[in-house]
C-alpha cells in the first residue's frame, strides 16, 4: 500500500495545492480580463466554464479529500481543519448540482394575456420544424450548440439534415451588426409589407412594418399610435389605432380607431404615395412602398467585440441560396414535399406550469416618463393570482421569479410585456451548508488559538505564585 500513501502524499502536498490556488488565480485574472473586453456572457463560456476550470476545481476536491485522509486518524484539534474542508467540498458539490441542474432564464408575458408554459435560457440550440401545408408544423430535428466553444469556420460547414432538407450552416458569427433587408416575395404564405411614414409638424417616424407570415399580426406602436396589419385582431378601446389588412384582391385597407371607440373614425383604400390624415395630433399616415408578399433578409457584418447592436448569427446555404440566419430568428425552406422552418434561437426548458399576465403596473419618476417602480399581477398553475416585483419574488416549486424589466414601445406609450427572471438552483441549500462548515471551521480554529493562548500564561502565573 506503499504507492497509495505516496498517492495521497502528492495530492495532499503544499506544491500541489500552491499549483491549484495559482491556475485559480490566474483563470480569474483571465476571466475579469475576457468580462471587460467582451461581456459576462462570453467570459461564463470561454472561461468559468471551460474545460480548465473544471479541471482546477476537480483537482482542488482532490487535494482537499488527499489531505482529510492524510491526517487519519482524527483527533479533537482536527475539527476546525475537517470542518473549513468539508465546507469547501460541500460548496463544490453544490455548484456541481447547479451547473447541472440549475435554471437561470426569463419568461416574456405579453400583454394580451397569453399563458407562458416555458423558460428562455441562454443556452442556444438549432431546430428544424416541417409542414406540408405551412401551418400546422412538427418539430424533426433539434440540437444544442455552442458556437463560442465550438464556432463553424469556414470551409468545415455543419450540416442539417432532415429527409429531403439540406441546409450547411457555413460560418458562426458571435458578435455581427445585422441590416434589415425587405424584398418582394413570390411565396404564398408570406404576409405584406409596408414602408411608411408616419408625421406631423414636430416629428417624423420611417419604418418598415412587415407581415412575416399570412397568419400572424405585425404592429408598432409610435407615440399615441398602435399600427397593426393582419392576423387575427379584436378591437382595445383604450388605444388609438391605425389598423391595416388585405382584402380579397389583395389591396391593402386601412381603417382609424380613436380611444375609446369600438367604431371606425373613417375607412378606406391604402396606395403607395398617399397620404391619409389622422385625427391624433395632426398625424398623417404617408405610404412610401407596398408589397402584397414580402419577405424579411440579413446582411451581417462581423465585429471584434460585442455591443449593443450585435446579435450572434450563422451564414448558411439552403437551395442554392446564401443568406444570415440571427439568433431567435429562422429562415423557410421549401422543397416538393415540404415547408421547413430552421431556427436558431435561445433554448426553451419547461417550466412545469402555466403563468400569464393579468395586470402591469408601473410609477415613473416625478415629472418624467422614466420607471421608478414596476410589478406584475400573474396567474400560475390554478393559484391565486399574486403580484411580482423585484423584491418580492414569486417562490414556487423551488423556483424564485423575479421582475426583471418590461418591453415598451421605442416612442413611449403602455408596455406590451412584462419580463420576469427565473432562477431554480438545486445546489442553494448545498452551498449554504458548505459555507456554515466552513465559517464552523474558521471560528473554531481561532477559538482553539485563543484558547490555547492562555493556557500557558495560566500555567505561569500559577506557578510565579
Known amino acids: 500500500m506503499k504507492w497509495l500513501r505516496r498517492f495521497f502524499r502528492f495530492f495532499a502536498s503544499l506544491k500541489f495545492a500552491v499549483l491549484i490556488l495559482a491556475t485559480l488565480a490566474a483563470l480569474g485574472a483571465v476571466g475579469t480580463f475576457v468580462e471587460s473586453t467582451y461581456d459576462a456572457w462570453t467570459a461564463k463560456n470561454l472561461v468559468y466554464h471551460s474545460v480548465w476550470m473544471y479541471g482546477a476545481l476537480g483537482a482542488l476536491v482532490l487535494s482537499l479529500a488527499a489531505v482529510v485522509v492524510d491526517r487519519w486518524p482524527w483527533r479533537a484539534r482536527h475539527i476546525p481543519f475537517l470542518l473549513a474542508h468539508a465546507g469547501i467540498i460541500i460548496m463544490i458539490y453544490g455548484a456541481l448540482l447547479t451547473l447541472l441542474y440549475g435554471v437561470d432564464g426569463s419568461i416574456r408575458l405579453e400583454a394580451s394575456g397569453a399563458a407562458v408554459e416555458q423558460v428562455t435560457v441562454g443556452e442556444t440550440e438549432i431546430n428544424v420544424y416541417r409542414s406540408r401545408t405551412g401551418d400546422d ?253 423585484m423584491n418580492e419574488p414569486l417562490k414556487y416549486k423551488g423556483y424564485y421569479i423575479y421582475q426583471a424589466g418590461f418591453d415598451e414601445p421605442p416612442n413611449g406609450g403602455r408596455a406590451t410585456a412584462s419580463i420576469l427572471s427565473v432562477n431554480r438552483d438545486p445546489g442553494r441549500a448545498w452551498k449554504y451548508i458548505g459555507t456554515t462548515l466552513m465559517c464552523l471551521g474558521v471560528i473554531s480554529l481561532f477559538y482553539r488559538r485563543a484558547r490555547g493562548a492562555k493556557s500557558p500564561a495560566t500555567g505561569s502565573a500559577v506557578m510565579q505564585g
Do not use: C
Request: glycine share 6%.
Open 137 to 389: 408544423y412538427e418539430k424533426v430535428f433539434a440540437e444544442e450548440v455552442n458556437f463560442l466553444k465550438s464556432p463553424v469556420r469556414p470551409g468545415k460547414p455543419f450540416l442539417i439534415k432532415a429527409k429531403d432538407l439540406r441546409v450547411e450552416l457555413l460560418e458562426s458569427i458571435p458578435y455581427g451588426v445585422a441590416k434589415e433587408q425587405i424584398e418582394e416575395s413570390k411565396d404564398p404564405l408570406n404576409g405584406p409589407a409596408l414602408r411608411f411614414q408616419l408625421s406631423n409638424a414636430n416629428v417624423s417616424e420611417i419604418d418598415w412594418l412587415l407581415q412575416r407570415t399570412v397568419f400572424t399580426r405585425a404592429e408598432k406602436q409610435i407615440g399615441p399610435v398602435l399600427i397593426t396589419m393582419g392576423g387575427l385582431w379584436t378591437r382595445t378601446p383604450e388605444i388609438n389605432e391605425i389598423r391595416l389588412f388585405q382584402d380579397e384582391s389583395k389591396k391593402l385597407r386601412f381603417a382609424l380607431y380613436s380611444r375609446d371607440k369600438v367604431a371606425a373614425d373613417r375607412e378606406g383604400f391604402i396606395e403607395e404615395g398617399k397620404v391619409i390624415a389622422t385625427p391624433w395630433m395632426g398625424l398623417e399616415l404617408k405610404v412610401l412602398r407596398y408589397f402584397e408578399r414580402a419577405m424579411q433578409k440579413y446582411s451581417v457584418e462581423a465585429s471584434e467585440r460585442p455591443t449593443p447592436k450585435t446579435v450572434p448569427s450563422v451564414r448558411v446555404r439552403y437551395n442554392g441560396i446564401e443568406g444570415f440566419l440571427l439568433l431567435n430568428n429562422y429562415i423557410k425552406v421549401f422543397t416538393d414535399e415540404w415547408v421547413y422552418l430552421v431556427s436558431y434561437q435561445n433554448k426553451r426548458v419547461p417550466l412545469g406550469f402555466e403563468m400569464s399576465l393579468r395586470r402591469f403596473h408601473r410609477t415613473n419618476y416625478p415629472g418624467s416618463f422614466r420607471a421608478m417602480e414596476y410589478e406584475s399581477e400573474v396567474d400560475y398553475d390554478d393559484q391565486t393570482p399574486v403580484r411580482i416585483s
